[in-house]
């Protein structure tokens, strides 16, 4: 199939997911074309069968904000027509859905049917989408979509509540890949981090208010109490400066480590004994997942579709939106005795097995099927 797929490039988990699959699908054999407005970070190895079109936007000094719906909606149309693709994915919902929706109907003036389909990450649903400034475009590219697709049973229960639709939402949750995350021995690294064999406590992120970075240093400050431990930060984001002050002020400088953007990100979670994730709002969780995949536990926020992922008492365990002392208890519980933590460790690995590609991708093929069988105007 020749399938194209829109996404932002960045390191957010929607673009990551959409350029995972990408690369996942040519190597199925399918001709996958990128569309975005810079290559996709993930986007590392190109192939005879995966193709990148940028979206070139003007700025004319009579635009304030610069017309990328436009723009990416015009680029859809010409990458349609002159690849002859079979299929649009479109990743987030905003901008991407209604501008899939315009280039189809432009497409269909000219007698071009083009199928279109929706998967929803999370914010573009939870915290953005719903904002009335977006909800009745939302809504509308949800009608007009021939498939949508959302992470976790969770988020397709929060466009039901929010927005207005009543749509058919399949749940193809996110993905591993173990060839890339899986338990690495870096013991090296471990040593340079933590010389007297402290635990490693792990967190990454964008560092958005979301992710409530905030409650993973002070969980991490009870932890501390208790038990000798070091805490790395993956990630960068509009938080970091009040996180590396919160910091100084519990006195932590010496036992937390900002390790900015990393790309090798499966190195550092390899040597880490517990991943925090207490999030105001996560649609799946794939940060949570890629731990989970290197053999780590989390303890987690209860919100959205994490208890999809985490399992209570198993593979870590999930309590509610701010409770420090709860997470810090059960932090403390798994790393305080090592034949649990180790039983912990496995049961997280087995945990994420059931989200290997290989299950998951097929799920997403399966779907452009039926929604090219299905759609109106299929011949
Ligand atoms: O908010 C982020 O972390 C980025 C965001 C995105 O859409 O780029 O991530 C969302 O999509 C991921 C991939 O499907 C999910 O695993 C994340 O849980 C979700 N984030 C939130 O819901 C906050």
């Known amino acids: ?210 992710k409530r970075v905030e409650d993973v240093v002070k969980i991490f400050a009870k932890i501390r109490e208790k038990i000798p431990a070091k805490l790395l930060l993956v990630g960068d984001g509009p938080e970091r400066q009040n996180i590396e002050m919160l910091c100084r002020d519990l006195c932590l400088v010496n036992s937390v480590s900002f390790l900015g953007k990393q790309d090798p990100v499966e190195e550092i979670l390899s040597v880490s004994d517990l991943f925090l994730m207490p999030s105001e709002t996560e649609s799946f969780g794939l940060a949570a997942l890629e731990a989970m995949a290197c053999e780590v536990p989390v303890v987690s926020s209860n919100a959205g579709g994490i208890p999809e992922l985490n399992i209570e008492g198993e593979t870590g365990f999930l309590c509610n939106v701010g409770d420090i002392d709860a997470m810090a208890e059960k932090s403390i519980y798994i790393l305080n005795d090592l034949d649990r933590l180790k039983k912990f460790k496995k049961n997280a690995k087995h945990r994420a097995m059931e989200f290997h590609i290989d299950k998951i991708v097929p799920q997403y093929e399966q779907f452009y099927e039926e929604v090219k069988k299905n759609s109106v105007g299929a011949k």
């Open 1 to 210: 199939m020749k399938i194209g797929i829109v996404c932002y490039p960045t390191y957010g988990g929607s673009g990551v997911v959409a350029t995972e699959l990408g690369k996942s699908l040519a190597m199925r054999g399918h001709d996958v074309h990128f569309i975005s407005y810079k290559q996709p970070a993930r986007l590392d190895f190109f192939t005879g069968n995966i193709f990148f079109h940028e979206v070139y936007v003007s700025h004319y000094p009579l635009f304030d904000f610069p017309p990328y719906e436009t723009a990416l909606t015009s680029r859809l149309v010409d990458v349609v027509k002159f690849e002859k693709l079979d299929l649009l994915h479109v990743h987030y919902a905003i901008p991407h859905a209604s501008a899939a929706v315009l280039a189809k109907e432009i497409l269909a003036s000219e007698g071009i049917h083009i199928p279109i389909i929706t998967t929803l990450h999370g914010t573009d649903i939870t915290l953005v989408g719903k904002d009335p400034s977006f909800e009745p475009v939302v809504s509308y590219s949800l009608n007009m979509s021939d498939g949508i697709t959302a992470v976790s049973e969770s988020l397709k229960q929060d466009t039901f509540s929010h927005f207005h639709t009543n749509k058919d939402i399949r749940v193809i949750p996110n993905f591993i890949d173990f060839e890339r995350f899986s338990k690495k021995a870096k013991d090296h690294f471990r040593k340079a981090i933590a010389p007297n064999g402290e635990h490693l406590v792990v967190h990454t992120s964008n560092f958005r208010k979301v």
